[in-house]
């Protein structure tokens, strides 16, 4: 058995098809306030993702540059530890006092 949208040639005659119902207006307008509905809250859901792209770009950036204060940070503590053990014993004093600064910024902006 085969169907097709018309008859075999020869055979049978095409069947009348009964005319579409009329669309019931009461739930054509609940479809139209459910599409304006839901364009709505499409149309929020792209504002919000864009802001939500918009904040973790500038968590990411500002995470990168604490990450970078934080290495100059790590950088500039060591060279003062370096240079408390390079230093003479007239500038041990300065140099300890300088490298225990840095040591304690450090600590206090990079934690971890």
Known sequence: ???ADRPCPGAGAPLA??????????QAARLAAARATLAAIDGAR???AARDAHEFGRAGRAALALR?????????????????????DDAKAVARIKARRM???LAVECPG
């Not at 098809?17 to 009461?26: E, S």
């Open 46 to 48: 792209a504002v919000q």
């Open 17 to 26: 098809l009964p005319p579409a119902p009329a669309p019931d207006p009461v």
């Open 68 to 88: 970078k204060r934080c290495d100059k940070l790590r950088l500039q503590a060591r060279w003062a530890s370096e240079d408390l053990a390079k230093s003479s």
């Open 103 to 105: 040591a304690d910024t």
């Open 1 to 3: 058995m085969s169907y």
